[in-house]
Each structure stands twice: as C-alpha cells, then as structure tokens.
C-alpha cells in the first residue's frame, strides 16, 4: 500500500475527433503526473472497449452517439517512465443501453469530452511487467 497526500487538480477539455486514451496520457505526460487518479464525462463518436481474459484482451467496438455515463481509472508510470493510464469506462447509447470495459485506443470523442486529474503529491505509482497475467501490475511495496 502507498500513502499521498493530493497534489494538484487538473481539468482539461478533450477536443472532437481526438482519441480519449491517447488525449488523457497526453494531458497526463504534459501536466508531469506520476501517480493519479482520473475521470471524465463527455461524448464519444465511437469506442473501443477491451475486456481482459486469459492473458489476453479481447475487443468490442461501437459506432456512436455515445455518452460517457462514467471514465475513471489511475496515472501511474512503467519501468522505463512511460505513463500508463488504466481507465475504465461506461458508455451509453441514445436507448440508454450500457456497454462498458477497459478504454482503449480508437475510442474516439464526439462533441466533447471533460476530464479531471487529481494528482498525487510528491508520490510516483509504478506499474511493472508480471509475466503470470502478461499485464503491467501496480507495485506498491
């Protein structure tokens, strides 16, 4: 387990066209977060949702209008300083129906989308490679 204390709040609108994952790790990497959480609301024109399982993901993708009914996950960097952002989200179509799973790249924001970053201070989270579940795991001992 780590402790931190919060740090700053960053709020940062994600323009229409972008990536959402690629414009969070973005606006993570040029704000010099190393240990975070995040979330955001917004639109998206299509996502791309991943869903973990036996080692490997497997995706779905939906065409849009989509709402983001909720986006929340963690900053962290990797052994070589890269930012990881590890997001998950839930999206609904204009019927209401909800779809969810870990955001990936392709996930493509409609009119807009509003993300806020509340960094931990002073505090850098690490994921590193586990070679049982092939995933970039937190390491927090």
């Known amino acids: 387990m ?4 919060i740090g700053r709040i960053i709020f940062s609108r994600i323009m229409e066209g972008e990536d959402l994952a690629e ?4 606006r993570a990497e040029k704000s010099g977060v190393k240990a975070g959480v995040m979330f955001a609301i ?3 024109k299509k996502v791309v949702l991943g869903y973990y399982k036996e080692g490997l993901y497997k995706y779905t993708q939906l065409e849009g209008p989509l709402e983001i009914a909720s986006c929340t996950g963690n900053i962290a960097v990797d052994e070589k300083g890269e930012t990881i952002i590890h997001a998950h989200i839930v999206i609904t179509n204009e ?3 909800a779809f969810g ?5 392709g996930s493509i924001v409609g009119a807009t989308a509003e993300l806020a970053i509340i960094e931990a201070a002073d505090l850098t989270l690490q994921r590193t490679f586990d ?7 937190l390491s927090l001992g």
Not at 131 to 137: G, H, N, R, S, V
Request: charged share 40%.
């Open 2 to 5: 780590l402790e931190g204390k």
């Open 23 to 26: 414009a969070i790790k973005k």
């Open 42 to 44: 917004g639109s998206l």
């Open 95 to 97: 019927e209401g129906k």
């Open 101 to 105: 799973g870990h955001v990936m790249q």
């Open 131 to 137: 070679e049982k579940t092939k995933l970039k795991l």
